[in-house]
């Protein structure tokens, strides 16, 4: 059985995001089989159930994960585990206020961070 660590944000989405199409991230699986989905959220010190979030499958390792809303009810980073038979794959997801699919959301935080930032 092999693991994989994704050392980079696979997405961002906002907290308790409700809309489905706007909680889905793309990922890369090592191997097309089932998965079962754990998550650590920013206050947590290890994985527990998912509250409803699930991975489809799009073509061979290429997938979709679509995260329930109980599973992005906390600021920061949320890492997601998905295991399969023979691979496990960990990735990590942003969780943010803002709605980063209105337009001008990142240019937007990058003014704030920059007014907010000294000299």
């Known amino acids: 059985m092999a ?3 994704e050392d980079r944000i696979v997405g961002i989405v906002q907290r308790n995001e409700g809309k489905a199409a706007q909680a889905q ?3 890369e699986l090592g191997t097309a089989e089932a998965q079962t989905i754990t998550v650590q959220k920013p206050s947590e ?3 527990s159930a998912s509250a409803g979030s699930s991975v489809t499958q799009i073509y061979t390792t290429l997938y ?3 995260i329930d809303a109980g599973d992005i009810d906390e600021l920061g980073i949320t890492w997601f585990k ?3 038979a023979t691979d496990t794959t ?3 997801v942003m969780v943010v206020e803002y709605d ?3 337009e001008g959301a990142l240019s ?3 003014l704030k961070h920059r007014a907010a930032s000294p000299g």
């Open 3 to 5: 693991d994989v660590l």
């Open 25 to 27: 991230v793309p990922i």
């Open 45 to 47: 010190s290890s994985f």
């Open 64 to 66: 979709v994960l679509e």
């Open 82 to 84: 998905c295991a399969g």
């Open 90 to 92: 960990y990735f990590p």
């Open 100 to 102: 980063p699919y209105t």
């Open 108 to 110: 937007d935080l990058a």
